[in-house]
């Protein structure tokens, strides 16, 4: 069964901190990777997506992907109130079928 | 900007009633994707599809079906509602492209059966 692991979480970090969230995914063909956000009672929206080794920047969030350790993390520097949500975590394999984890809640701390 | 549309936001049905969950699209996305997303399960593939009349299995297709007569539209269908498939349900879409595989969700439709 190929799944995709996340902390159920709350976890909570000050405003202005980094926030830390990490995944890891079984399926060691996996080629494409996302982490979407979403709100209580909203559908999920995609913040980033990633598919080789490495960093990947945009704006406040880093995702970082280590193929190798199959281990998939999403930094939020300057962490607002706004970005208190459930970040899931998403890879696709060769069957093109994305298999999302059930989710990390973040919580802001004004 | 995407656009990925449900029929309903709300809906109430009784046990043993055929329900009908549409979606649409206006991106021209060759992929479809129906979910549902239950509290402590995540979301889980119920069926897809890669073109029109095209269906997938996905993981956990037992008791839905689908239809995708248009390639904008794909329709869930749930033949004798039951009390457990009462849920948050998510369509979603996006390109066959892997450079491009952005899924994009409609709003959901939260279905209730009694």
């Known amino acids: 069964q190929k799944e995709v692991e996340q902390n159920s979480g709350p976890l909570s970090v000050p405003e202005g901190a980094i926030a830390s969230l990490n995944c890891t995914y079984s399926?060691?063909?996996?080629?494409?990777f996302f982490w979407y956000r979403q709100y209580s009672g909203k559908s999920p929206e995609l913040i980033m997506s990633?598919?080789?080794?490495g960093d990947k920047e945009d704006g406040r969030f880093t995702a970082q992907l280590n193929k190798a350790s199959q281990y998939v993390s999403l930094l939020i520097r300057d962490s607002q109130p706004s970005d208190s949500a459930t970040y899931l975590c998403?890879?696709?394999?060769?069957?093109?079928?994305?298999?999302f984890g059930k989710g990390t809640r973040l919580h802001i701390l004004p | 900007d995407v656009k990925v549309t449900q029929s309903s936001r709300y809906l109430v049905k009784r046990t043993g009633e055929k329900v009908f969950l549409e979606c649409v699209q206006d991106m021209d996305h060759e992929n479809m994707f129906w979910y549902r997303q239950d509290p402590g399960l995540g979301l889980r593939l119920i069926y897809f599809s890669y073109d029109v009349k095209m269906k997938e299995k996905g993981d956990i297709p037992e008791g839905y079906s689908v239809s995708r007569e248009k390639k904008e539209r794909f329709s869930l269908i749930l033949e004798s509602a039951s009390t457990n498939q009462t849920s948050m349900y998510l369509c979603a879409s996006s390109f066959r492209d892997r450079g491009a595989d952005t899924q994009y969700f409609g709003p959901g439709t939260r279905l209730t059966v009694l």
């Open positions: 399926d060691r063909v996996s080629q494409s």
């Open positions: 990633i598919y080789s080794n």
């Open positions: 998403a890879s696709r394999g060769r069957d093109d079928k994305i298999i």
